[in-house]
């Protein structure tokens, strides 16, 4: 199931793929869409509005190609916040040559917290990534 966009965040956005979900993420520079790449598949998880920021995990890695550091970036973020019993809702990265840091902010699950469909994975399936007349853009299929 692919949630709606809420009013407001054009950023990112789903497109439906078989059993799992597309997800798009736009930003001003590349770093701004892999954030939004990753609000984009954290939003099918939880709202993350209802998110507070009580805790955060940050984490560095090295990957050459854009595409697959897209890959890398999702999958870690999954990682960290199942390992850490966390949802997210704040994401940052920077990029120096092949050096990658992120990290992002979130709280321990609870029952306040509504949860969505569980995000498995990102996968390589119509991966994406290509700077647009307005930006950047990121694309891949996650597995619910």
């Not at 520079?29 to 009580?54: C, G, H, K, N, W």
Request: charged share 25%.
């Amino acid at each position: 199931m692919v949630p709606p966009s809420a009013p407001g965040t054009e950023r990112y956005a789903y497109f439906d793929h078989d059993a799992d979900v597309g997800v798009i993420g736009r930003g001003a520079t590349l770093e701004e869409a892999f954030q939004s790449a990753a609000q984009a598949t954290f939003a099918i998880m939880v709202d993350p509005a209802a998110v507070r920021e009580a805790s955060a995990v940050r984490f560095e890695f090295e990957e050459a190609d854009c595409e697959l550091a897209l890959v890398r970036w999702l999958n870690l973020l999954l990682a960290l916040a199942h390992e850490g019993g966390l949802a997210l809702g704040r994401f940052w990265i920077e990029r120096d040559g092949v050096l990658w840091r992120g990290g992002a902010a979130g709280e321990p699950w609870h029952a306040g917290l509504e949860r969505g469909v569980e995000v498995k994975g990102a996968t390589l399936t119509m991966l994406e990534v290509k700077e647009t007349a307005g930006g950047w853009e990121t694309r891949c299929v996650v597995d619910v």
